[in-house]
């Protein structure tokens, strides 16, 4: 069965840095592509990043590019999200998500959410 | 402001089919494939419909989804309280960034 488990999350202030985590079982993460989604108190779901399954390509919203990073660690089997320069916008429950290809395509799955606030 | 446009609101009956639009552009929804997620209360979505019309094993047949040119719809029909949720479209556009529409807030009267 799959179970994508966030960690990482809490309270930031404002400029500051968080690195979220997300491990993965129940399927070969190194056949996925894997992305991060989140979704602001009160409002819709907001795409923020996806990584192929290799690694390789990587993929940002305008609104995190330059600031978050996106990595994965395929021999860990985890997924991770770099946030520097946080904003009180960027608050919000951050959602890993597996894809059901290799390169973004679909979420299929996804974890139960970890919440990010940024906040002085 | 989301690229992919839905409704704010949806109602129906028990019973009753309820259909949910979602509208882009010839960027995203006119060249790659819709997804549906339903989201209930205090929970993290889940994958309702893929490649357009597909349903993962275990969702009902009761949801269906279709696109037509630059437009995706939802459908759900035998209508039951445990489908008020949130639902969203997304697709790709042309550069690989990941779209959502506003959401769909479904109610059961």
């Known amino acids: 069965e799959v179970h994508l488990l966030e960690s990482g999350g809490g309270l930031v202030q404002p400029g500051g840095s968080l690195r979220l985590s997300c491990a993965a079982f129940g399927f070969t993460f190194s056949n996925y592509a894997m992305n991060w989604v989140r979704q602001a108190p009160g409002k819709g779901l907001e795409w923020v990043s996806s990584?192929?399954?290799?690694?390789?390509?990587?993929y940002y919203a305008d609104s995190v590019k330059g600031r978050f990073t996106i990595s994965r660690d395929n021999s860990k089997n985890t997924l991770y999200l770099q946030m520097n320069s946080l904003r009180a916008e960027d608050t919000a429950i951050y959602y890993c998500?597996?894809?059901?290809?290799?390169?973004?395509?679909?979420?299929?799955?996804w974890g139960q959410g970890n919440m990010v606030t940024v906040s002085s | 402001q989301s690229v992919l446009t839905q409704p704010p609101s949806a109602s129906g009956t028990p019973g009753q089919r309820v259909t949910i639009s979602c509208s882009g552009n010839?960027?995203?929804?006119?060249?790659?494939?819709v997804s549906w997620y339903q989201q209930l209360p205090g929970t993290a979505p889940k994958l309702l419909i893929y490649?357009?019309?597909q349903r993962p094993s275990g969702v009902p047949d009761r949801f269906s989804g279709s696109k037509s040119g630059t437009s995706a719809s939802l459908a759900i029909s035998g209508l039951q309280s445990e489908d008020e949720a949130d639902y969203y479209c997304?697709?790709?556009?042309?550069?690989?960034?990941?779209?959502f529409g506003g959401g769909t807030k479904l109610t059961v009267l």
């Open positions: 990584l192929s399954h290799g690694g390789q390509s990587t």
């Open positions: 010839s960027s995203n929804i006119g060249s790659n494939t």
């Open positions: 997304a697709a790709w556009d042309g550069s690989l960034n990941g779209l």
């Open positions: 490649n357009n019309n």
């Open positions: 998500a597996k894809d059901s290809y290799g390169y973004p395509s679909t979420f299929d799955y």
